[in-house]
């Protein structure tokens, strides 16, 4: 199998005043294609900061780092920046979508940033990427008139439609209901089901039983890092969960 | 990335906050307006008074006796003898670059013609005299060489004279009128030529045959001025030179002596006018350049707290693929759009603005290309000159802080 991210001792300090804070200290794990991945931890674990490196967003102080082989630590910003519009999709927790904008736009948005896409091809890929997510009836819908897990799936139809080796979500049902969380997490399995790389960082310890491995982080290193041999199916859980009264 | 894209983001950030693109926007259309309706103003005056100059003859030039002392005492120019009849044949035989030369004697008096009077002056000229003071006869004619020849009492009067001496409107045409008690005959009146820039009514004259008023009037054989005429504006330098050799000739003075008359052109007079005009103008575009560098900061104002409020959407942008270039550009961009739009329609409103100006308070008004050029082409420098900060401040963001922002 193909190893998409490689990482190797990744050390992460950050200098707070006087203090040297050590954030991430010696981390070192690989994850290969088509792997669904939670990482879970307290807060003030190093989590976010390895998102942040995970995302292209940061470079680590030492250790190296090889996001589909390429490395990125000696990168300069602007060349992070046309990575992460190749290789990553990023999901976050607060949707994060451009206000006053129809979903199609919001999706087109990673593309524009792509010279090499035509006007033309942006709209179709858009188009498919909001099918995939459901929401192909809804293509100009603008983001204020859409509902917490419609914007979700917008996101995640924003972070598909650049084709990424790697799906990074960042806490990406924290702000749903828990019928809608469910909802969002089968979306995720349908997309690890048809190949698509996850990396899913949460401190909900429930996200764990529906993706295939589990990687905890305390104190900057790995606690634990195990292979999930029993993926719970949140299509089933999602039948158990009543619908709200009001619907 | 390639620019339409950025453009079409720009434009779709600048729609989706309509109210306070318009806002920005007012500051650079008030400021282009303004610069467009006082450089109309000021260049309109200017047009104006250069109009009134080429009217009393931009080509002319005006020889007057002069720097004649008597006994230590400067004596004004009427009561110098040093211009005589013979300079003005001398002029006309020899002199270059002159399109019309005419003598000026004048007297003044009180007409008479019936029960009514009228104090005014008399001025003896030759026929050249209409082209250089750009005069024309109205009604009837002018007088001819031969009532120059033998002085005879006629004349041609101005339409003040005429009103005043004739006010019942009888056609003052073949009507004796008495000045100083001798007798003219009226062979034509002017056209009016109203008042001056100075003040002066230009149809408060008579005029008549140099000979007449000196013969006839005056007993006297100097004379109070040679007006003349370039051939045109630019040679209005060389013809003095050359007048002034040929009096100078004419009057046998040395070379150390000083000259004993004075030429003068227009030219000086209208200098002074546009140095004025100039001024005030250079007064007006101060104001309006002032309003809009205060459009500038306001620009700069707004985009700088538009960085703020959209830091998140920086963050997004930054984590999909944005450069720092990109956001630069994107923000660029928007102000740039914001001035060129604003300066769009500012140069309707000064335009506009201008036009009102002339139909209300009927004040000469001149837009031209240059002025409507300039301002578009600063308000555009100001977006970019005032945008750069603000945009500036956003490319350099934190992408991990910004999409975190609060």
């Avoid at chain 2, 030039?61 to 008597?70: E, L, N, Q």
Wanted: glycine fraction near 8%.
């Amino acid at each position: 199998m193909k190893p998409i991210i490689e990482l190797q001792d990744i050390r992460r300090n950050f200098i707070v005043g006087e203090e040297t804070v050590h954030a991430l200290r010696g981390v070192s794990f690989t994850i290969n294609e088509g792997e669904f991945v939670t990482i879970m931890g307290m807060s003030g674990s190093g989590k976010s900061t390895l998102l942040n490196l995970l995302g292209c967003l940061d470079t680590p102080t030492k250790g190296e780092y090889l996001l589909d082989g390429i490395s990125v630590r000696t990168m300069t910003k602007p060349q992070r920046a046309v990575l992460r519009n190749r290789k990553i999709g990023f999901v976050f927790q607060s949707y994060n979508l451009l206000p006053k904008t129809t979903a199609i736009e919001n999706v087109e948005l990673p593309l524009m940033y792509n010279g090499s896409v035509s006007a033309s091809e942006r709209r179709r890929r858009a188009i498919e990427a909001l099918d995939a997510v459901g929401l192909g009836d809804r293509l100009n819908h603008k983001s204020n008139q859409m509902s917490g897990g419609q914007m979700q799936r917008v996101a995640i139809a924003r972070a598909l439609v650049n084709n990424p080796a790697v799906i990074l979500a960042d806490e990406a049902t924290g702000n749903l209901d828990t019928r809608t969380s469910f909802e969002i997490l089968v979306l995720f399995q349908k997309l690890h089901a048809e190949g698509r790389t996850i990396i899913f960082v949460t401190h909900n310890p429930e996200i764990a039983f529906y993706s295939s491995r589990t990687i905890t982080l305390r104190d900057g290193k790995i606690r634990d890092d195990k292979v999930n041999d029993n993926i719970q199916d949140a299509k089933v859980k999602l039948t158990t969960i009543p619908l709200p009264d009001d619907n | 990335m390639n620019g339409t894209n950025l453009f079409k983001i720009a434009l779709k950030a600048l729609s989706n906050s309509k109210m306070r693109t318009f806002l920005t926007m007012l500051g650079i259309i008030i400021g282009v307006a303004s610069v467009i309706t006082m450089l109309a103003i000021g260049q309109g005056s200017k047009q104006s008074i250069q109009a009134q100059i080429a009217e009393m003859g931009s080509n002319m030039i005006m020889i007057r006796p002069g720097a004649d002392m008597f006994g230590g005492v400067r004596q004004s120019a009427s009561s110098m003898e040093t211009l005589k009849l013979t300079d003005y044949e001398n002029i006309c035989k020899d002199a270059k670059y002159l399109a019309a030369v005419s003598p000026s004697v004048s007297s003044s008096g009180q007409y008479i013609a019936g029960s009514n009077n009228y104090p005014s002056s008399i001025s003896g000229i030759s026929l050249d005299y209409l082209t250089i003071r750009q005069l024309s006869v109205e009604t009837g004619e002018m007088f001819t060489e031969q009532d120059i020849k033998v002085a005879a009492k006629v004349c041609v009067i101005g339409k003040t004279i005429a009103t005043n001496l004739f006010p019942n409107g009888e056609d003052p045409v073949g009507q004796i009128i008495r000045f100083n008690s001798i007798p003219f005959r009226v062979v034509g009146v002017l056209k009016s030529k109203g008042y001056n820039s100075m003040g002066q009514d230009q149809d408060d004259v008579v005029l008549a045959p140099y000979t007449t008023v000196m013969k006839r009037i005056q007993a006297q054989t100097y004379l109070q001025g040679i007006f003349a005429s370039a051939i045109t504006e630019d040679m209005t330098q060389d013809a003095i030179k050359d007048l002034t050799d040929i009096l100078r000739a004419d009057h046998k003075l040395k070379t150390s002596d000083n000259d004993d008359f004075n030429i003068r052109s227009q030219e000086e007079l209208s200098s002074m006018m546009n140095s004025t005009t100039g001024l005030m103008t250079t007064l007006l575009a101060c104001i309006a350049g002032i309003s809009l560098i205060v459009g500038g900061i306001g620009i700069m104002n707004i985009m700088y707290v538009s960085v703020t409020e959209r830091t998140r959407e920086i963050g997004l942008r930054m984590s999909v693929g944005a450069r720092g270039v990109d956001i630069l550009s994107q923000f660029l961009i928007e102000a740039i759009l914001i001035s060129i739009t604003g300066g769009l329609i500012g140069v309707v409103l000064g335009v506009g603005a201008s036009f009102v100006v002339k139909f209300l308070a009927h004040w000469p008004i001149s837009i031209q290309l240059w002025t409507v050029a300039l301002s578009f082409i600063v308000c555009t420098l100001t977006g970019i000159f005032f945008g750069w900060y603000p945009a500036k401040k956003a490319a350099n963001l934190d992408p991990i802080e910004a999409i975190r922002y609060e």
